[in-house]
Nanobody, 120 residues
């Protein structure tokens, strides 16, 4: 059984930083694409960043230059370093995993989410 558990969310002031973590267990596929998504109240879920098996990354335009996705394969953990946070970054953040990045959003394994709140 695949499990993803996020942590590291919290409340910060604008301009601050947070580091989210996502611990993965039970994943047995040979390849893995992992990503961070977020959903704010009343808005659709949006992709934030992904990292593929070869280490290649993608970012939403809204977070480029501020957020950095990384992973520690030895610890089976995904990270999202968030700097220069803005109030519009406020959302529930979820991590997801799937063998194929193109199928991550629709068919990925998901965590329960961690709340990030940025005050102005």
């Amino acid at each position: 059984q695949v499990q993803l558990v996020e942590s590291g969310g919290g409340s910060v002031q604008a301009g601050g930083s947070l580091r989210l973590s996502c611990a993965v267990s039970g994943y047995t596929h040979r390849s893995i694409c992992m990503g961070w998504f977020r959903q704010a109240p009343g808005k659709e879920r949006e992709g934030v960043a992904t990292i593929d098996s070869d280490g290649s990354t993608t970012y939403a335009d809204s977070v480029k230059g501020r957020f950095a996705i990384s992973k520690d394969n030895a610890k089976n953990t995904l990270y999202l370093q968030m700097n220069s946070l803005k109030p519009e970054d406020t959302a529930m953040y979820y991590c997801a995993a799937h063998p194929d990045c193109d199928l991550l959003d629709d068919f990925g394994y998901w965590g329960q989410g961690t709340q990030v709140t940025v005050s102005s």
